[in-house]
């Protein structure tokens, strides 16, 4: 049931990916510099959760627990080795319930032996949970994803979220390596972050509403669907915006449907250190294959200089 599952989760959203739906991000505008002044060589490096990375965007939690998922994470970790991304998995749960599925997960590391890779959980796992799918992939970082609107539309999702207090502080304490509190595309609030660095988090991935909807897509495969709560949620730049003043207490990473360069400028701008991208990156492997990926990012880092050329800035903090 679990790799059933995780095959409709992808395939559903292939289909979200191929939509246009409007984005906050175009309501967005730089003020344009006629003469733009550049001191310093542009250099793409930032650092989330105590980790330095040559590019300030990743490839972010998307699949596993199942063999469709197994080659997708194969192909994403070939291209996350050829452009030096950092990559994540995605949920190690079905892993955790099952020990044959670990090697839908563990192919990432396999594939990418020396890259700088995420493991990641739901926040109901315990931290022995956290620790063995660290171990799994002998992870650089954990991810703890909070995701309860998904749970409660899932027709066989959780129900009780009581304990996720307790796991993430225990998790963020004790598991050994770096933790970053991630949504999975409702936002998180000004509230919901000071809560976190509350509970020792010092990295949180805001995740807003504007790519991959897990209420949609659980909605497809209810009996009877919850259609109004298809908008649920902040969007990206909503959360960035409402988090803005604690970008200095806590590292800050935007996802949640982000498109292209520019969008991740408008996302720097707004607070965010680096940037995680799913839907858009498996929309790319879907339409042309690794080799294709690659080259679009590639190009991207190139644009993401020329866009931080135009507006006079050499480093992803100013």
Same mark, same amino acid.
């Given at each position: ?21 409007? $984005? ?18 542009? $250099? ?233 991208? $799913? ?40």
């Amino acid at each position: 049931m679990t790799s059933i599952r995780k095959d409709d989760h992808i395939r559903l959203a292939l289909q979200q990916s191929e939509e246009n739906p409007a $984005s906050d991000f175009d309501r967005i505008r730089f003020v344009h510099r006629s003469i733009p002044i550049n001191k310093d060589p542009i $250099s793409l490096h930032t650092t989330i959760a105590g980790l330095e990375m040559n590019f300030p965007f990743y490839i972010n939690a998307m699949t596993g627990g199942s063999e469709t998922a197994k080659k997708i994470n194969a192909q994403l970790a070939q291209v996350a080795k050829a452009t030096g991304l950092a990559m994540a998995t995605g949920s190690l749960s079905a892993a955790l319930k099952d020990p044959k599925l670990e090697e839908s997960y563990r192919i990432v590391r396999d594939t990418f032996e020396d890259g700088m890779i995420f493991a990641n959980i739901g926040a109901d796992r315990t931290l022995e949970d956290a620790r063995k799918a660290v171990k799994i992939l002998n992870a650089n970082a954990l991810q703890i994803h909070l995701n309860a609107p998904q749970e409660i539309v899932m027709p066989e999702g959780d129900r009780e979220f009581h304990l996720w207090e307790k796991n993430i502080s225990d998790i963020v304490k004790n598991v050994g390596v770096e933790v970053i509190v991630k949504e999975v595309g409702f936002g998180m609030s000004r509230h919901t972050v000071n809560h976190l660095i509350g509970l020792g988090v010092k990295t949180v991935d805001v995740s807003g509403r504007g790519g991959t909807n897990f209420i949609r897509i659980e909605n497809a495969r209810r009996p009877i669907a919850l259609e109004y709560l298809d908008e649920w949620g902040l969007s990206t730049v909503e959360s960035l915006i409402d988090c803005y003043a604690l970008s200095d207490k806590v590292d800050v990473i935007a996802s949640g449907g982000i498109r292209h360069p520019l969008d991740m400028a408008k996302a720097f701008a707004l607070g965010a250190k680096a940037i995680g991208l $799913s839907g858009t990156i498996l929309s790319l492997l879907q339409s042309g294959g690794v080799k294709y990926a690659i080259s679009v990012i590639e190009n991207w880092k190139e644009e993401l200089r020329m866009i931080m050329l135009m507006l006079g800035v050499s480093h992803i903090e100013e």
